[in-house]
């Protein structure tokens, strides 16, 4: 079965810093990944996605994720955070053998300090 | 609607009691999946439904959960017996023909479930 992790519960970095929130899946086959953040009082909505192709992925807002098929990764990053980045970052994994079954990690709570 | 829409958007119940739970997705999205969002767990996968059935209900906690979805539309998320534990935010989520590169999910904004 398929599974994430997302090993940062919370992250509290001052503006202008760098991000990166990791993400870790189980599983050893083809995956589809994703981002999705979920800002205060606001839904869950896409951040980002890899399908195929480039390995690294951009997104909205300078958000971009690499995927390390080596390392079972796709880790956000963002290379200078803004206060309006204070949200919950979710990673999911959908694996070829899941049919159209979406896994979330725990999610990363992020603040971001003006 | 322009969006996913699910009602009530906070409900209170005592225990024991039985909540039902609506969704009403885009219009035309044939894929449909509910959700679980506990304070500190993440989202927990519950169940999805590809038109009217459901290919994987491994996720609905216990027997008192069922789901139901009509007509290719609205669905109805059933809890029976209402426990503490289930307190927590139910999302619904839906994608036009599944998880397709050009086919991203679309989240509501969740019923907020408190059982006293």
């Known amino acids: 079965a398929q599974s994430v992790s997302q090993h940062n519960h919370h992250v509290i970095l001052s503006e202008a810093a760098s991000l990166e929130l990791g993400c870790n899946y189980s599983?050893?086959?083809?995956?589809?990944l994703f981002w999705y953040v979920q800002y205060p009082g606001q839904h869950l909505q896409l951040l980002l996605k890899?399908?195929?192709?480039?390995?690294l992925v951009k997104g909205i807002k300078g958000f971009e994720a690499e995927f390390i098929k080596s390392k079972f990764s796709f880790n956000l990053r963002k290379p200078s955070v803004q206060w309006s980045d204070t949200a919950e970052y979710f990673c999911?994994?959908?694996?070829?053998?899941?049919?159209?079954?979406?896994?979330f990690g725990g999610g990363t709570r992020l603040m971001v300090k003006p | 609607g322009a969006g996913v829409s699910q009602s009530p958007s906070n409900k209170v119940t005592e225990k024991g009691k039985d909540v039902e739970l609506r969704c009403d997705p885009i219009s035309g999205h044939t894929a449909l999946y509910w959700y679980r969002q506990s304070l500190g767990q993440g989202l927990e996968f519950l169940i999805y439904f590809q038109g009217n059935s459901a290919p994987d209900k491994s996720g609905l906690p216990s027997d008192r959960f069922s789901a139901e979805r009509t007509g290719g539309s609205v669905s109805t998320l059933t809890i029976q017996r209402t426990q503490q534990e289930d307190s927590a935010v139910y999302l619904c989520?839906?994608?036009?023909?599944?998880?397709?590169?050009?086919?991203?999910?679309?989240f509501g904004n969740g019923t907020r479930l408190t059982v006293t």
């Open positions: 989520a839906s994608t036009r023909t599944g998880l397709r590169v050009d086919s991203p999910l679309h």
């Open positions: 599983y050893g086959g083809t995956v589809n």
């Open positions: 999911a994994v959908n694996a070829e053998n899941a049919g159209n079954m979406l896994t």
């Open positions: 890899y399908f195929s192709g480039d390995p």
